[in-house]
């Protein structure tokens, strides 16, 4: 089912999406790739929305900085400096985020209106980036198919070609919040992930370092707490399919997500610079992508995508209660 959502100063129409199954319930934007709202029932089988999201299109314009629910490209997380080498040729980006390059530049995937088609239980949103978008080399066709399984898991399923040598990381940037309302610093979390990647003081990664020993240890579940904006090695890399790697759990609801990815990287990102209707915490970000600044560091799995070539990356997040 879909609906008109509201329009944007320029008079471009934004749509919203509705997707049902098996009693979970999912609102899609057209604007950003958003993940409006994502309803599931807790143990005592009452629905919450999960996700931070605004009611009306005019909040995410006016507070686009938390990237709530988007669809975030052409290079999610950052590139260091704002700068990347390829094939012997230097490319500058914008600087949004301090020195650094921050989840596609300033006018992103994020902040531009897809095309939406409906498949069977879903929608696909598609669009092409034109070479030199926010810097980035190469004209990019990229769809993002979201599909409810048959069990209710969402599915966001991401392909990708370009006809010049580029670099491409896409993720979905939703806030989770299990009980659907409040802090959601006492949600436990498990990540398999034995390694991560410290960061310097504009949070670019200085390597891998081991988890063990470290705040950044969720191989056994545990609360979540503060303090996060890092990404985690996960144990599987990079799978033709997606494998489970990560867990959040909602004591109180008993509502459980898990996320399972073909990427090799999650960054967790416990929301200290929520703002608007939200307190600093009041959602959890897990993020499923390649790392941080990999254009830069050729030990990071690459990110290089080239003519010929199709980029697919697929991301489930799927919905119990216990």
Do not use: C
């Not at 100063?9 to 993940?35: C, F, K, M, N, Q």
């Not at 978008?133 to 990708?160: C, M, W």
């Not at 896409?170 to 398999?192: F, P, Q």
């Amino acid at each position: 089912m879909s609906e008109h959502f509201g329009t944007l100063p320029d008079g471009t129409a934004v749509h919203r999406w509705t997707l049902e199954r098996a009693g979970v319930r999912v609102r899609i934007l057209s604007y950003g790739g958003i993940v409006q709202s994502v309803e599931v029932p807790g143990r005592d089988g009452r629905t919450e929305d999960v996700v931070l999201g605004f009611a009306e299109l005019d909040g995410y314009l006016t507070h686009p900085e938390p990237y709530l629910g988007a669809l975030i490209g052409r290079y999610a997380n950052r590139i260091a400096g704002g700068r990347f080498p390829l094939d012997g040729r230097t490319y500058a980006l914008a600087p949004n985020d301090g020195p650094n390059s921050l989840h596609g530049g300033e006018r992103g995937f994020d902040k531009r209106v897809w095309e939406v088609t409906p498949v069977e239980h879903g929608v696909r949103l598609t669009r092409v980036g034109p070479h030199g978008e926010e810097g980035f080399p190469g004209r990019l066709e990229v769809s993002a198919t979201y599909r409810l399984d048959p069990g209710g898991a969402l599915r966001i399923a991401y392909e990708a070609v370009t006809d010049a040598p580029t670099v491409v990381n896409l993720t979905n940037h939703s806030y989770w919040n299990l009980s659907g309302s409040g802090n959601a610093g006492g949600h436990e979390l498990r990540i398999a992930a034995g390694r991560y990647t410290p960061v310097d003081d504009v949070l670019i990664p200085t390597g891998t370092a081991p988890v063990e020993g470290t705040r950044f240890d969720f191989r056994t579940a545990r609360k979540t707490g503060s303090g996060y904006d890092h990404n985690f090695v996960l144990d599987k890399g990079v799978t033709a399919t997606p494998v489970e790697v990560a867990e959040l759990s909602d004591p109180g609801s008993g509502r459980v997500l898990t996320v399972a990815t073909t990427e090799p990287g999650l960054q967790l990102y416990t929301g200290e610079h929520l703002s608007g209707p939200w307190a600093p915490g009041d959602g959890i970000a897990l993020e499923t992508q390649h790392f941080p600044d990999s254009p830069n560091r050729p030990e990071f799995p690459s990110t290089v995508l080239r003519p010929g070539e199709v980029f697919r990356s697929e991301t489930v997040y799927g919905f119990s209660t216990r």
